[in-house]
């Protein structure tokens, strides 16, 4: 290392005399490394994560309980299976369900507490952690939590009940609340992380436009609307993209509090691929929805980027 | 004259709505979190007449009959493993070739670069089944390895991005020096790359590892033995033997969070800027 930087500032030259350049083939070993250093990464992802999505495409057009090879060949009558089946297209109407709820109220709400913990006050680094605490707590751990804040025999909502003298709701068990209850715990899960991105966004908000504004006369409505809003801009499309991501994926909350029930009505994508598809090793069916759930996800990633986030 | 009167009224009245509304939703999130861990202290039936408030009585059994038997210490410890050679793992496997994107030109880079991309774009359960078969035929089902491999190769798109990006801003003087004296790629990466990368280091490592210790789905599908569980399978299985015992439910599932929220607490600056920061710079 000592050696390396006193000829830091040494003139480069080659022995042709030239310059020098900067990846520069000339430097020594660069097919070892290339052949030490990316097959590796290479093997692993295309072993576990390519190939296995090719074969989801594959499988999904076969009826196939997994063992041997996949025989029996059905076409597309997975696909129709699927988006005739009603636990399929609640766990669709949930998805979508969750994906407006994170944006319109759990974004919001985030963005709220960002602007108020952007003020000095004492104990604002607190209320941060505090707020963010849940998001590092794992997902299986926070669904049994809120089981429990639910239980209609022990849990808080049942002594709240009590208290007001109303009868015990089983909030998990009716078919019309739980998934508001899911819901609720996906903002309390979810709402720190957002706020976070937002407080990094504001950090970067120049302050003296606010001020300009201020002396303008702008109330304090129009400074957020005109002036922070706008310049946040980035930040919020970045926000609703992860939201929007998240909400795709969602399995290991639901598990532990409905596991997709009552009757499916809390079942989201993933959690129906693993109720219909994993556990009765219908590789066909199973398949199929991992390959809806693909083009969503990659659907909504290119037409989010492409159209919102062309400029950021 | 009235002007600063009013103005600093209304800064108090700011502060306390600021206050009471930080606080209010402060109570909300932490309540869910207090009553579990005071409700592993109480008996079943103080629970039932008693959710909210302190213990009747302080039972200490609950917790420590589960820190004195090894089921607990087993599955942390499995967990343990799991995410720290995924870890490890990750940072070895994604540095080596994000170091290879960022300093060296090669025919068709781009289009590799953008094919580890791919993985950004769609979650790991999507491909579960296929994921399942395929560690089935290799037989590392019911194995660490059949959890870690996967859990790999998931993360490397994002750590290869994060990792290419703080290569190329290492200054380029570095490189010419080093090149002029000889030095080979290899050397460069290890001599030079990765002790300057700490800071990125620590950012792939927080997000591997809270990822990893985490992660349900994917060792719920690959592993059977209970031995082998890392804790979030033991919890539900804990939660399924002692179905309405939810003292004692109460009481693990405190005990299991309690190493995320001691960290969490020690090393939050690194956390928080490791889980934001990390999403942002990809």
Not at chain 1, 197 to 213: N, P
Request: glycine share 8%; net charge positive; aromatic share 14%.
């Amino acid at each position: 290392m000592t050696d390396m930087t006193a000829t830091m500032t040494a003139v480069p030259a080659t022995a042709s005399g030239k310059k020098v350049r900067y990846k520069s083939p000339t430097v020594r070993g660069r097919l070892p490394v290339l052949i030490l250093f990316l097959p590796p990464a290479l093997l692993l992802f295309t072993v576990f994560v390519i190939l296995p999505m090719g074969e989801a495409a594959w499988y999904s057009l076969y009826r196939w309980n997994g063992y041997g090879t996949p025989q029996q060949f059905v076409g597309l009558r997975n696909f129709e299976v699927l988006f005739n089946n009603a636990a399929f297209s609640q766990a669709l109407i949930n998805n979508g369900i969750i994906i407006l709820v994170s944006v319109l109220l759990q974004i919001p709400l985030a963005l709220w507490l960002a602007m108020m913990l952007a003020h000095r006050i004492a104990g604002v680094v607190a209320f941060r952690l505090i707020f963010f605490l849940p998001y590092v707590l794992a997902d299986v751990a926070a669904g049994l939590i809120w089981r429990f804040v639910y239980d209609g025999d022990y849990g808080l909502v049942a002594a709240v009940a009590g208290f007001f003298g109303v009868a015990t709701p089983y909030v998990l068990a009716d078919r019309g609340l739980a998934i508001y209850a899911v819901l609720a715990v996906i903002i309390w899960k979810y709402f720190g992380f957002h706020m976070m991105l937002f407080i990094a966004g504001l950090q970067a908000v120049d302050r003296s436009v606010l001020e300009a504004a201020e002396i303008d006369g702008a109330t304090g409505w129009q400074k957020f609307r005109y002036v922070t809003l706008p310049l946040l801009g980035s930040t919020v499309r970045l926000s609703i993209f992860f939201a929007v991501i998240g909400s795709l994926q969602l399995f290991d909350l639901v598990m532990p509090l409905t596991g997709g029930g009552p009757s499916n009505s809390t079942q989201t994508m993933v959690t129906f691929l693993y109720t219909y598809g994993v556990t009765r090793m219908q590789v066909g069916l199973g398949s199929a929805v991992g390959v809806v759930l693909f083009v969503i996800c990659v659907t909504l990633a290119f037409g989010y980027k492409r159209i919102f986030m062309r400029h950021d | 004259m009235t002007d600063t009167t009013s103005s600093v009224r209304m800064i108090t009245g700011t502060r306390l709505y600021l206050y009471v509304s930080l606080s209010l939703v402060a109570m909300l999130v932490l309540l869910p979190l207090v009553t579990t861990a005071l409700g592993g202290f109480k008996s079943l039936g103080d629970l039932r007449v008693n959710p909210f408030g302190l213990p009747s009585e302080w039972l200490w059994s609950n917790y420590l009959d589960i820190l004195f038997g090894d089921r607990y210490w087993r599955q942390m410890l499995n967990s343990l493993f799991i995410a720290t050679v995924t870890v490890v793992l990750t940072v070895i496997v994604s540095a080596m070739a994000a170091f290879t994107f960022a300093h060296v030109k090669f025919f068709g880079a781009n289009q590799l670069l953008n094919y580890f991309l791919i993985g950004l774009m769609f979650p790991a359960a999507t491909a579960i089944l296929p994921l399942f078969i395929r560690i089935r035929d290799l037989g590392l089902l019911d194995t660490y390895w059949g959890v870690i491999l996967p859990q790999v190769a998931f993360g490397l798109g994002m750590s290869i991005l994060l990792f290419r990006n703080y290569f190329r801003n290492l200054p380029e003087e570095l490189f010419q020096a080093a090149f002029v004296d000889g030095c080979g790629y290899i050397r460069f990466f290890w001599h030079i790359s990765m002790p300057l990368s700490r800071p990125i280091v620590s950012t792939v490592g927080i997000i591997t590892f809270v990822h990893s210790w985490n992660s349900y789905i994917l060792p719920l599908i690959m592993l059977n033995t209970e031995e082998k569980y890392p804790w979030p399978l033991g919890i539900m299985v804990y939660r399924g033997e002692f179905g309405t015992d939810w003292q004692l439910v109460l009481a693990f599932i405190t005990l299991t969070i309690l190493p995320t929220v001691i960290v969490f607490f020690l090393a939050q600056k690194h956390i928080i800027a490791g889980l934001t920061a990390g999403a942002v710079k990809s």
